[in-house]
Each structure stands twice: as structure tokens, then as C-alpha cells.
């Protein structure tokens, strides 16, 4: 059904209803709320500093909910700020983004749980591209495969190419109830634990917090340790009372939600870049005339180009503050024992399709 006009009510039925669903928004530390809630601010005015201001909406106004895990000040938060901003400047209001970050809609297996479901409570989101792995997505799997991206520009040279798009096509081809509008970046993701490590033999017999990926379930084991599936949203407390040892994020997400606390060791084996995508729900692209699908397809090359611009300088920015809070942060020389221990989950996770992550190698 086309939702007409903003509801004051939306985001607060939206939340009751997950609530009565089991799903409540993560306990977070004082300090990542408050620098959020600052953040936040602050990203609205960098977001919108090449977008046109909003004019007075010329017919029937559409409002997407879009769910983000992360806190508004991340490098991805700050992408959806800027995609939210772009939509509704150049719909000229017709389209309104209710952005709801730092997980109050629930984990990414809850909102691709409700979107590919036609739960109907969340129309896009922002995603970890290897989250459609367990859902079919096969091609999405080589993009989060260890040491495939060797720097950014190997990474951007494929998010910006043809072969991407067969990619973001790939969940609508396989009739999974999602669309891939844009790819983004937040950096390449390195472990964390709450004792001190020292090199790749530190994670023997660790418990390594991970997300139901058989690709990140077997980096794990690789190394040595053992994957625990445990929800981005539990993960804090999950850290703080033991539950696991470890984890992995980009460097901006550790500190965003305050992970430092618990965990202070990052060790910068950069095993995967932390390829990202937005994605829409069916059922709310047929809602869109032509040209409102191709004002959403527009904006998102609009903040993609600005995902490229903020993110490395936002994770030196991070890291360097990091170093300066003393975070212990590990160097990796040599990533030749990282490559062997892992090049098992990479042979068995591209069966069927070598040729086709032969062309993304190939892409560097």
C-alpha cells in the first residue's frame, strides 16, 4: 500500500511493533549516545553541504523507513545521511527517508528477516554486502572472501564497474524480495579482543564473535579460533562479560560503539574490506513511478561518490584518535601467515564461480 504523507506516529509504531516481535534497540554506553546524538548534528551539516534545500513537496509524499545497526557518525552513517538527503532534494520532498540508526530496528538478520519476509516494517537499509550470503545471494559471498581487495582503488574499481551492478541485480534476479541500489565502503575490518595479542598465533583456542556467514565463520577457524554467532547489537555486553573474546570491525565502527571499553586490542590484519550496500524492498520500488526510481538510483551515485570521499580520511582521523585514547594497536608486516590460513575458505567459497572472482582479482 503507498504510504502517503509523513505520520508523526511511524517511527514510534514502528518500534512498538518490534518490541512485541522480541527485537529492543541495544544497550549502548553513555558515551556512544552522547556522541552520537552530537554527531549527529554535525553529519546533517556535512550531508547536505551539496544538496539543494528541500522546496515544498509537489504532489503525494512517499516515507521510506531505512534501518542502520551502526551510530549516525560512522562512515556509513554519514552515507545514509547523505543518500536520506539526496532523495528528498531531488524528489523536491516527494520522498522522505525516516532514517533510524545505531540499531533501534534490530540487528541486520532482523531488518533482512522483515524485508525479505514482507514484514513491511522496513523499506531500505543499509547492509554489510555479505549479508545476503545466507539467503542466496552466491555472487555476494567473493566480496567479502579474505585478501580478495589488496587497497581501496582495487576495491572502487570494481564498485564502480558494469560487474557491479550484475552484483546489486543479482537479490532481484533470484526473486528474494530486495534490490541492491548502491555499493559503499567503511574501511578495511581488523579484530579486536579484550586480552592482549600479538601476532596470528594469539587467536588459537579465542572465541571470536562473528556473524552468521559461513565465509567469516571459516576466517575464524582458519586462525585458529572459534566462531561464535552472536548479534551486532549484543555484541558490547557480549564482550564485557565474556561471552566471546573477540570480534572484527572497520576502525570507525570499533570506536563509534565504544568497543574500547571492552576490548582494547586491535590487531590491523585488514582481512576484508567492509563492503557495504543499500538495498530496497520490492514492494517499495513498485511504489515509485519510473522517474521517482530513477531520482532513488541517482541519489544513490550521489552518495556513493561521497562514501569514497570521507571514508579513509574518516578512518586515519579514528585511528589516530585511537592511538591517542591507548588503544593498543598492533601492526602486521607480513600477511603471508594470514593469506595461508585462509586459503582453504577461499578455494571452497568460490566453487562454481572461479572465473567470476578471477574478474574481480583481476580488478587491482
Known sequence: MKRKSIMT???VGTVLALTGCGVKAPDAPTETTTAAT?????????ATDDVAEVEEPAGDVITFVMAEVNPPDTIVGMTDTKFKEEVEARSKGTIKIDLQASGVLGAEKDVLDNMMGGGGTVDISRISAFSLTP???EKSKLLSLPYTFVSRDHYWNFATSDLANEFLSEPADNKLGVRGIFYGEEGFRHFFTKD???DISSFSGMKLR?????VMEGLAKGLGASPTVIPFTDLYSSLQTGVVDGAEQPIANYKSNAFPEVAPYMILD????????????????????????????????????????ISAQKENEV?????KDGVNIIEVSDLTPWQDAVKSVIDENIKGQEDLYKKITDMQ
Open 196 to 198: 592482549e595479542i600479538t
Open 9 to 11: 506516529f511511524l517511527t
Open 270 to 309: 585488514g582481512h576484508t574490506i567492509g563492503a557495504t550496500e543499500i538495498i530496497i524492498t520490492d514492494e517499495a520500488w513498485n511504489e515509485l513511478t519510473e522517474e521517482q526510481q530513477q531520482i532513488i538510483v541517482e541519489a544513490g551515485k550521489a552518495a556513493q561518490d561521497y562514501n569514497r570521499e
Open 135 to 137: 539467503y542466496g545471494a
Open 210 to 214: 562473528v556473524s552468521e556467514d559461513p
Open 319 to 323: 585511528l589516530e584518535e585511537l592511538k
Open 38 to 46: 552530537t554527531a549527529e548534528a554535525a553529519v546533517e551539516d556535512t
